[in-house]
């Protein structure tokens, strides 16, 4: 990664006070109205904007030909990371005074976007990235059902027991507790697949042995009934705590935006960029 390639190159530069800075021969590239300083700057505040497109696509159903909206938040939390790469870069790698609350503003937003990505994916949704209702993961459930006996040529019934024994009835409160909860799950979740597999590799009497294919495209199916049955269970709590990180996420994306904004018009306005 660039940003990555840069710092290690700059790493002489970087260490130095403000004193040693102004003397090395990197100060003229690597300070934040430098060549590399002020394009990392230009390109950090592109991607800044790029971000609001993100909430901007969730709001405005016209937009829908853009992409589904899991993909644009994959997009948003990978984005979210980069920048906070690159505006260290264009920092200098120091942060006093507004650039720096802008940054730890911003640093706490793209740190925030992991968990918000996780708590996302947590609640079941259609591949337009709709929330789904539990009525409609029912039937999800009992059409992946079907599908995994139809490969498999196993009962039924006997595939939904052997999926619902890797679903745990166990309660979850509070915060802490139901992001603990989710952990388990995932966590579980490959432990019962890797028992599925062990199980369905063995042939049924009368019946040829799944091959390769067969058993992966089974395993995959179960793995999404599995996941399904988990956050179903979930749902209720998993759309309280995405709603509690909503409250908490978004005084900080508008803190870094203003603190952005207010430096890039300060930084116009005395004449530190090539725009002036």
Same mark, same amino acid.
Do not use: N
């Given at each position: ?28 590239w690597l300070k934040p109205s430098g060549i590399v ?22 709001? +405005? ?24 790469? +690159?505006?260290? +870069? ?79 009835? +166990? ?106």
């Open positions: 990664m660039i940003p990555l390639a840069v710092t290690v190159w700059g790493m002489p530069y970087y260490v130095l006070g403000t004193g040693g800075r102004v003397r090395h021969p990197l100060h003229s300083g002020q394009s990392a700057g230009i390109l950090g505040l592109l991607l800044f904007l790029f971000l609001w497109l993100y909430p901007l696509r969730k709001s +405005v159903r016209w937009l829908a030909w853009t992409g589904r909206v899991g993909s644009w938040l994959r997009v948003h939390t990978v984005a979210g990371l980069i920048i906070s790469l +690159v505006v260290a +870069v264009h920092a200098g790698w120091r942060f006093t005074g507004l650039i720096g609350l802008g940054y730890w503003a911003m640093l706490t937003v793209a740190l925030s976007g992991i968990v918000g990505r996780y708590l996302y994916v947590h609640i079941p949704r259609s591949m337009t990235g709709t929330e789904l209702s539990r009525e409609e993961v029912a039937e999800q459930r009992r059409t992946l059902i079907k599908r995994i006996a139809l490969t498999t040529g196993r009962d039924p019934d006997a595939i939904e027991r052997s999926l619902m024994a890797a679903v745990e009835p +166990v309660p979850a409160s509070g915060v802490t507790g139901i992001l603990r909860r989710m952990v388990l799950d995932d966590l579980s979740r490959r432990r019962a697949i890797a028992a599925l597999r062990h199980e369905w590799e063995r042939p049924v009497v009368g019946k040829p042995p799944l091959d390769r294919e067969a058993l992966g495209e089974a395993l995959a199916l179960a793995k999404r009934d599995i996941a399904l049955a988990q956050q179903v269970r979930m749902l209720d709590a998993g759309r309280r705590v995405f709603g509690y990180w909503h409250v908490a996420h978004r005084p900080f994306a508008m803190t870094a935006l203003i603190a952005v904004l207010i430096h890039v018009g300060v930084a116009i306005a005395t004449g530190m960029t090539w725009l002036s």
